[in-house]
């Protein structure tokens, strides 16, 4: 490795123009990269991995985000909504599996109805669960007084994407309107953490006219943040969609699986007790993509949940991966002959270590105060 790009990893603060380096840096730079992201996870977490049982709730949507497989005006998908009983045979299966968390994942919708059957939905699995599953909510942008309920009804991680971390790039792909305005987003965000939940957030990588000045844009908002989770992965197009073209075929899907990886390395060495998800993305295009997250200092996979006569409406980007069946002989689905020495986490919600170091720190500056 050159030795520059030694001297810049050992680094105490990374400026804007370090990261670039590390992004554009060649692949043998990349894999000590990696190492060293990998090694600051062991230290900060340990080589455990944290599962969440992905539940697919529902791929009715009222955005139009010009990339996304489930937008509103797709019209030849099957729109659907999973009952009570089927959320709660996936949570129950969860449980049996070991998985200690779940997350309820869904197109962006609000209402009274909305609202009020989610909280009803939260109730009834921490009672289901005796109030052991964790419970993480990736379910969009609602108002201030509906995650309130939903954290006072038991959920206690909410992942609201950012995409893009820029005005101008976050215009470029998505309708600039109301219904998809760049500052209501941010206020979400924000009532989000105020709220108290572990707060997760994310960019898109390799998105049309994204450049890396943008990426290490991003980097440095999820540190200002504060985030507790990232949940990145990389731009693959659909195409039923307006930013959709022949993805399979497109030369630079490998460029955006590498940076994505980059990514989450440069992100665990800055924020180093985050949870950093290895996102099924990776695997459309490498079917060893979460494994080699998991090696640039990613710690948290999802494992599908969702009644797989559902699946295929829940397709956000073209070919959903190949992903490996779990059960109870491989609860992840990873390929852990590639991961020698990680650890999966069993029966366990695997809070982010970073919360609670910042609301410790919270609860010490107002007891000064």
Known sequence: MDSGIDALLDKEDFSHKDIITLLKCDNDDAQSLYRKASETREKYLGNTVYLRGLIEYSNICSKNCLYCGIRKDIK??????LSTEEVLEAVTNARKLGIGSVILQGGDIDGPHYTDKIESLIKTIRELSGNET?????????SPETYKRWFDAGAHRYLLRIEASGIDLYKKNHHD???HDYYRR???LRAIKETGYQTGTGVMIGLPQQTLHNLA????????????MCGMGPFIEHTDTPLGKDGSENYFLMERFELTLRMIAIIRI???DINILASTALQAIDHAGREKAILAGANVIMSNLTPLEYREGYKLYEYNAAAREIDDVNVSGLNLNLIPGIAIDLNKRGDAAHFKRRLSELNEKEREL
């Open 186 to 188: 941010l206020e979400c």
């Open 76 to 81: 030849k998908i099957k729109r659907y909504t």
């Open 217 to 228: 844009d991003d980097i440095f908002f999820m540190r200002n943040f504060e985030i507790d």
């Open 134 to 142: 964790g419970i993480t909510l990736c379910l969009g942008e609602q």
């Open 270 to 272: 800055i924020m180093k």
């Open 177 to 179: 309107d109301m219904q």
